[in-house]
């Protein structure tokens, strides 16, 4: 390892990239791969740029750590059999024909590829190149297909008894009864058959069988494409054959992680370094399925956000379930926007999650003047149907930020518009104040008319707190969820001073005394 003199992070990624370090200081190895895994039976999701993201910036803390060369191996389990039709794709009664065949037998529902495993392969190709993830794409099919994998599957064949004895306990009785490790595929239909294996021939690289239909024996070989693997096998053998040092996977894969793990010691080696992450819960606290569709899309988060706002949400807590949905965006955009500016400031930045997010190479300065929740907050009270109704408020508070010299906010202001028309709009349900509410807000509006209208965030926020402990509520943070939902008919914002601030001094005095008239007029 690199000598430094500035002490290790501490953030989770270098911490995973130390376990590497370790690892590769244990082996003898000079050079590591990091792998993740992907099932191509459907398309590319959020949890597909999750783990090539995380997964990227352990390898980057990695180099940063070690100045050791790595690769990224995005591996596509394409011999998988087609298990069941999938409810999103054309075409479905003619994929109806090939359940059982490999992905990459499969024709492709959309026709423009040479098969359904080529299409979604292109797809996850095109989804992990759109977010700049540098990495090596390697597919299942070619691997086993050119040989590739031919050791490996001796070495397999070899410890075929001591596999079985591993994952047998974990069976039903009737599974017991059928396991191998082995899959042979169909000489005649060219399924993947799950069939009890006979005799395994080590020396002749082959396995016997009988198709349950038609009694008929055969005899498979185990190389060059003619058979695979089941699943924990299959995944323990890919470790194995390619020298994988790290590899991450959910919650719901520990078990398997741990019987991958001991068929790789087996067969006398040493399983790779692994970490578990918790998974993503929707709205109602349910597991993420793709199944289901229930939760947020990649496709989703970006019509409201910018790609930088994900990678924020993903660094978080990654062992912690966290509820992925709409309303978690516009807390992730201005962490991220945060920290860019906090990183500017901090001698040593590589705990800061900017710094992983930009591979190291952070903005000099935060990419936006104003927080997307306080963008949030204006199109709420201009009810924005386009960005240029929120234009004229920006530029008088930031003379100089424009959508040439301000890009990044000008992407904000399209998001912030779009997620105040999409979620906002419809949810705004104004309140009518109590009376030590009103009394408070009559305060307010006095002690604004007052200010100059350039008084600067700080100033306003500190009169927002005097304002609130003149007055009889039970905590000061009442008061604020006073002003968030009578004013602008939600529950919650940003800070309100710096809002005042970009909104006007004498607008927000008019939307105080619009507010209580309204109210006066119209009792709750």
């Not at 323990?236 to 019987?259: H, P, T």
């Not at 040593?348 to 000099?364: F, L």
């Not at 927080?371 to 009270?381: E, I, K």
Request: proline fraction near 8%.
């Amino acid at each position: 390892m690199i000598e430094t003199t500035s002490p290790v992070p501490t953030s989770w990624p270098f911490r995973e990239a130390e376990r590497v370090a370790q690892r590769l200081a244990r082996t003898g190895k000079t050079a590591a791969l990091f792998e993740t895994g992907y099932g191509p039976s459907g398309l590319p999701h959020i949890g597909t740029f999750m783990e090539v993201a995380r997964t990227s910036w352990i390898r980057h803390a990695f180099t940063a750590l070690t100045g050791l060369p790595s690769k990224l191996l995005a591996f596509s389990d394409d011999m998988d059999a087609l298990r069941k039709v999938p409810g999103n794709v054309p075409n479905q009664d003619m994929l109806r024909g090939f359940i059982g065949q490999p992905l990459t037998r499969v024709p492709d529902p959309f026709g423009t590829h040479p098969s359904f495993g080529a299409h979604n392969n292109a797809r996850l190709r095109a989804f992990l190149d759109s977010f700049g993830f540098d990495y090596e794409f390697a597919s299942s099919t070619e691997y086993y297909g050119s040989g590739r994998f031919n050791a490996a599957l001796r070495a397999v064949a070899a410890r075929h008894d001591a596999i079985r004895a591993i994952i047998l306990p974990t069976l039903g009785p009737e599974r017991r009864a059928t396991y191998s490790p082995f899959l042979p595929l169909h000489p005649r239909t060219g399924v993947v058959m799950q069939v009890a294996i006979e005799a395994v021939d080590v020396d002749a690289g082959t396995v016997t069988w009988r198709d349950p239909d038609s009694g008929t024996g055969y005899e498979t070989s185990i190389y060059d494409g003619a058979a695979k693997l089941q699943w924990k096998a299959d995944w323990a053998m890919r470790w194995f054959a390619l020298g994988v040092d790290y590899e991450m996977s959910g919650k719901d894969l520990i078990d398997s992680v741990r019987l991958s793990s001991a068929i790789v010691r087996a067969l006398d080696a040493e399983p790779p370094e692994t970490f578990t992450y918790e998974l993503f819960l929707d709205q109602n606290g349910q597991k993420i399925s793709k199944s289901k569709g229930n939760g947020l899309s990649v496709e989703q988060w970006l019509s409201y956000a910018p790609p930088e706002s994900l990678g924020q949400f993903m660094f978080g807590s990654p062992q912690r379930a966290k509820r992925l949905y709409f309303d978690v965006i516009p807390r992730a955009t201005d962490e991220y926007i945060a920290n860019v500016e906090k990183a500017a400031q901090e001698a040593d930045p590589r705990d800061n999650p900017a710094w992983h997010i930009h591979a190291g190479d952070i903005p000099q300065a935060a990419p936006s003047p104003v927080p997307f929740g306080m963008l949030l907050n204006l199109a709420t009270v201009v009810n924005a149907e386009t960005p240029d109704m929120l234009w004229g408020f920006i530029h008088a508070y930031k003379p100089d930020a424009t959508p040439r010299t301000s890009p990044f906010l000008a992407r904000l202001v399209d998001y912030a518009v779009r997620y105040y028309q999409d979620f906002i709009k419809p949810a705004k349900r104004y309140r009518a104040p109590s009376e030590t509410e009103r009394a408070a807000l009559e305060d307010l509006a006095a002690s604004l008319r007052v200010l100059p209208e350039d008084a600067d965030a700080d100033t306003l926020q500190t009169l927002l707190y005097d304002v609130g402990k003149r007055h009889d509520f039970a905590a000061l943070r009442d008061w604020f969820s006073c002003l968030y939902q009578v004013l602008l008919g939600q529950s919650e914002g940003p800070r309100f001073g710096p809002f005042i601030a970009l909104y006007g001094v004498a607008p927000t005095v008019a939307l105080i005394e619009q507010a209580l008239s309204r109210e006066a007029a119209e009792p709750a």
